[in-house]
Each structure stands twice: as structure tokens, then as C-alpha cells.
């Protein structure tokens, strides 16, 4: 991996970048995942590479809903694996989430790489590879999930999701908390809670608050998850990208 001068004014960017690169020649993300961290750069540079006010708020209804949730999971694709791996581990320990391999580029190659990342990561379980039942209304590929992760789940971390199988979960009834840098992406907008933000910095946010909320009783959680807003925080986003301009700081 070429060095980057901690000084680079690109510096966290770059890094992100070459984590994706790496994360591609260890079989872990597809090379539509390239693209991908390509679209996400572009919003997150008009966001300005910060967690807006609106995004903190939906990553601190996120953790909420992960305390509340009876069997939460976090939903892992070649993209976040690469960029968060350790952070999704902490994150699943402090909620009591479990972490399910879940891809829309399917290879049971790429599933058993990612797993296998993870663990190296502290992971002790990690779901996707029995991929015993089907999510409806998708094909047959695309809708393979485990009976006892996703498929039970009452609430479902996804990040970077494609649009139709983030909606197709949602039909199902599950609460579904989204990351994604594009507020006008089908996933961002059917999501009970989008947190337009960067999976780098979303990720270890969402697990902060949960440690701050761990104590929390369910009503002042339900109480958080009440407060939030999703169709304010899109509109808070897009606003953001759209002028650069903010109301709510
Ligand atoms: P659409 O939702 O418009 O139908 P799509 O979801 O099929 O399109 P992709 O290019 O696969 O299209 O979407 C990837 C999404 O992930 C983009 O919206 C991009 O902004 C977002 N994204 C990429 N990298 C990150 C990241 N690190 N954190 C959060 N979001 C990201
Ligand atoms: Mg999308």
C-alpha cells in the first residue's frame, strides 16, 4: 500500500480509497463495490466529510432501535467488511447483534472471504453462509439469506444497500436502518431510519451511542426512537448537499 503523508489534504480519503483497493485483491468487495465507493465519495465530499447534525441524530435513533430490537443483525456486504471490519465486530458486541455476510454480488467464495475477515477481526459468529431461506419478491440470488439471522430479524442494520432488496425487507416488516451517503437513493428512502453518512464514520458513531444508551430504560429508548424524523433528516441532507447550506446548526 503506498504511503499518504498524514498531512495530505486528502489524507482520510485516500486512506478509505486504498482500503477498498485492498479490500478488492483480498476477494473481500467486488469490483462494483469500486463504483460504489465512487458514488459515495462524490456525496461525501458535498457533505463536506462530516457527520451532519440530521446524520447523528439518525445514528442515535439507530442504536436505540438496536437496544430495543428482540433479534437485531447487522447486515455485511464487500464494502463495509473492507472499510469497518473491527468496527462492525464492536458494534454487534455492544448491541448484542449478530453479524450476517449478506451480498448482492453473491459468490459463496466472497461470503466464506468476508466471514473469514471478520473473525480475523474478533468476530466469534458469523451468519450468511447457510443461506436457508429467501427473502420474497426477489430472485432467487438475490433474496438468499439464514432462517435464524436476517430472515428472523426484527430490526436490520444494512449499509449500501441496493434499493430493491432494501425495499423488499421493509415489506417484510422489519425496521430497517440504512447507511447511505445518497439521500435520494431508494434504500436512504425507505428506510425507517437513513443515516446519510460515511460507513467509516457512521459505524463507530452508532456504537458510541449505544454505549451512551445502554443504560437507558425502554421508554426514554422509545422515547429517542419517537423523536426521530426521517423524512426531516433527508430533507436536512439533501439540502446540505444540494446548497452546502444547513438550518439546523
Ligand atoms: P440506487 O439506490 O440509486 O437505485 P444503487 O444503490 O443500486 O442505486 P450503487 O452504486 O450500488 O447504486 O449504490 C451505492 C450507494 O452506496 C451509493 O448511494 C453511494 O453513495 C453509497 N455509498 C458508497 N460508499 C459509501 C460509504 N462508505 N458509506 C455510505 N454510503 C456509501
Ligand atoms: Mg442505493
New binding site residues.
Given amino acids: 500500500m503506498t504511503e499518504i503523508p498524514e498531512d495530505h489534504p486528502r489524507h482520510d480519503s485516500l486512506v478509505t480509497r486504498h482500503r477498498i483497493e485492498d479490500g478488492v485483491d483480498r476477494g473481500v468487495t467486488s469490483r462494483q463495490g469500486l463504483?460504489?465507493?465512487g458514488?459515495?465519495e462524490a456525496?461525501d465530499y458535498l457533505l463536506g466529510e462530516q457527520t451532519i447534525p440530521s446524520a447523528d441524530d439518525a445514528e442515535r435513533a439507530a442504536a436505540a432501535h438496536l437496544l430495543l430490537a428482540d433479534h437485531p443483525v447487522l447486515s455485511v456486504n464487500g464494502?463495509v467488511a473492507a472499510?469497518v471490519p473491527g468496527e462492525l465486530v464492536e458494534l454487534a458486541e455492544v448491541t448484542g447483534a449478530d453479524l450476517e455476510v449478506n451480498l448482492f454480488n453473491r459468490t459463496e467464495q466472497r461470503v466464506e472471504r468476508i466471514a473469514e475477515y471478520l473473525r480475523e477481526h474478533g468476530a466469534d459468529e458469523v451468519k450468511g453462509t447457510k443461506a436457508d431461506a429467501r427473502i420474497p419478491g426477489l430472485d432467487h440470488e438475490r433474496a438468499k439469506v439464514d432462517s435464524d439471522g436476517i430472515f428472523d430479524a426484527d430490526v436490520v442494520l444494512v449499509?449500501?444497500e441496493?434499493?430493491d432488496r432494501a425495499e423488499a425487507l421493509a415489506d417484510m416488516g422489519k425496521t430497517e436502518l440504512v447507511?447511505?451517503?445518497?439521500p435520494l437513493?431508494?434504500?436512504a428512502q425507505t428506510a425507517s431510519v437513513p443515516i446519510v453518512d460515511?460507513?467509516?464514520r457512521a459505524i463507530p458513531n452508532i456504537t458510541a451511542h449505544a454505549r451512551d444508551l445502554r443504560g437507558a430504560s425502554r421508554a426514554e429508548l422509545e422515547a429517542v426512537v419517537e423523536e426521530f424524523d426521517a423524512g426531516a433528516a433527508l430533507a436536512a441532507a439533501e439540502e446540505r448537499i444540494r446548497t452546502g447550506a444547513s438550518e439546523e446548526e
Fill in positions: 463504483i460504489a465507493q458514488r459515495g456525496y464494502n472499510l449499509p449500501l441496493d434499493g447507511v447511505d451517503l445518497n437513493s431508494r434504500s460515511n460507513a467509516v
